[in-house]
């Protein structure tokens, strides 16, 4: 059973690019969430896909948004990037009855120059 | 707005020292209280607790929730320069099963 991937691990961009971060769920999960980790906090969430549907956003602003695929994988866009941008972002996947516990992959480090 | 706070922040311990980890949360629509262990970047699954006063065990560690009170703690007993890490505690809140997370508490543990 593979675990969730994430691409790639370090981005390097400048303020106003576009970037997009890919996910791989863990095998057989269904729902994906991305979460947002900025230095010395702990992870917000940005929002979750449920069968290729968004199922809940957090406090973010929609120049971030998503996409998830027939095959359960997911991608992170961000449009117009800003300095504040700079974090960590993880994903986590969940699956049918236990989908509250989030398994996580090891994450995208984003730097926003 | 869904708080979720931990304390302490940091903590240096010994090897073979008991250390004790706290979280106390004020959200809505309380559904679980999760615990993670992060090491570099992938938080690892820890424990899920839902139900109160029932304590769960892996190993060294434990943890307990109390829904009156609204906190959980974790305990890691007999240290070992492994369990050095951030901890981080999370309530899932609503039905969307979003984790609100704390800050986390960073442990180091000293040979």
């Not at chain 1, 957090?58 to 971030?64: S, V």
């Not at chain 2, 959200?27 to 839902?50: D, G």
């Not at chain 2, 959980?72 to 997370?101: H, M, R, W």
């Amino acid at each position: 059973e593979t675990g969730v991937t994430q691409s790639p691990t370090h981005l390097i961009k400048t303020r106003g690019q576009q970037v997009t971060l890919r996910c791989s769920s863990q095998s057989g999960h269904n729902t994906v969430s991305w979460y947002q980790q900025a230095l010395g906090q702990g992870p917000q969430f940005i929002f979750q896909y449920y069968r290729e549907e968004e199922n809940g956003r957090g406090n973010f602003p929609p120049r971030f948004s998503g996409l998830q695929f027939p095959n359960y994988s997911s991608e992170l866009n961000v449009n117009a990037l800003e300095l504040d941008d700079s974090a960590l972002y993880l994903c986590a996947s969940s699956q049918g009855e236990a989908k509250n516990i989030q398994y996580f992959g090891a994450g995208t480090r984003l730097s926003v120059l | 707005e869904d708080k979720v706070v931990q304390s302490p922040l940091s903590l240096v311990v010994h090897e073979g020292d008991t250390v004790t980890l706290n979280c106390s949360y004020e959200v809505t629509n309380f559904r679980s209280l999760l615990w993670y262990k992060q090491e570099k970047k992938a938080p690892t699954f820890l424990f899920m607790l839902t139900s109160s006063g029932i304590e769960k065990k892996s190993g060294r560690l434990s943890s307990i929730l109390d829904k009156k009170e609204l906190f959980s703690i974790l305990n890691i007993t007999a240290t070992q320069t492994g369990d050095s890490a951030v901890y981080l505690c999370a309530v899932e809140v609503g039905s969307n099963y979003k984790l609100t997370f704390g800050k986390g508490t960073l442990l180091t543990v000293n040979p």
